[in-house]
């Protein structure tokens, strides 16, 4: 056997890998036990829950948020993998990506209720930020890379904040965005 369950929720045998939350429970508070590595694919897409919690030991995200229910994250300071989609209309309103992060991947924030976002050292990729519409300010800190395209139809982002490494390559902001010189 290459699974166990925990208060009904499926992981791997040693427990690093968190595959599928319980459908049916009525809490709408998750902490994921710590030793937790991994976080499967659309794993909370029919529950109730509301605020997820995340070990450190948490290094991977996969598509668990994509079109959920959950307003209330904290990324994990250990974070290395974000996969894309893995936010995409999530609703949680504000976010902030540590420094091991090393890529955005496209469509990351599709569609998100993001207010705000900050990012501490990573490659932005193309449509990573696409029709965020809640989306007023940017936090770009360490070696950031916001690639062409990155920020895509942006209509309320009014306000970046970039450190002297940050990288904002030409046609970062695509459509939509309130952004002016001056």
Sequence with gaps: QNYKTVDGNLYTIDGKT???YACGKTETSFVIPEGVKEIGANIFSESAVKEVVFP???TSINT????TKVEKVNIPKNLTYLAGTAFAQSRFESVNLPATLDTLETYTFLQAG???ATINGSD??????NNCHSLKTLNLYGDTVIRAGAI?????????IAGPEVVIEEGAFVEGHQMSNG
């Design 18 to 20: 968190l595959i599928e």
């Design 56 to 58: 450190q030991s948490c």
């Design 114 to 116: 993001l207010a705000s």
């Design 152 to 160: 895509n139809n942006c209509i309320s982002l009014n306000k970046i």
């Design 124 to 129: 932005v990729k193309s449509d990573a930020f």
């Design 64 to 67: 668990a948020f994509a079109w």
